[in-house]
């Protein structure tokens, strides 16, 4: 478990390599990134985490809230259209 991937000390984050370079090329709609919210509606409050960008190639950041046990996986692709942060709902948090 790599620790000083997280940005966010409530947040543990973890990478998991797919082996794979990106296939396709990347979202022009996006080439600074996107920002996550992994919140299903406004109401939760969360945890926001800073994740390094881009990934090294194809995978999946499991992000895993050390205060309630949130665990959300986001995908990655290597490119410059992956995720630059993640919102992730905490329970713990919700006022
Ligand atoms: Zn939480």
Do not use: H, Y
């Not at 022009?28 to 992994?38: A, S």
């Not at 945890?47 to 990934?55: E, I, K, N, S, T």
């Not at 995908?75 to 992730?88: K, P, W």
């Amino acid at each position: 478990m790599d620790e000083g991937l997280s940005s966010n000390p409530d947040v543990t984050v973890n990478w998991v390599d797919a082996g794979r370079e990106p296939q396709n090329n990347f979202d022009r709609k996006f080439p600074w990134g996107k920002p996550i919210d992994g919140r299903r509606s406004g109401e939760l409050a969360g945890c926001q985490v800073l994740l390094p960008w881009p990934a090294e190639r194809c995978g999946l950041w499991l992000l895993t809230c050390r205060r309630c046990g949130m665990k959300l996986a986001v995908t990655a692709a290597g490119r410059v259209d992956d995720a630059t942060s993640v919102i992730l709902p905490c329970e713990k948090k919700r006022a």
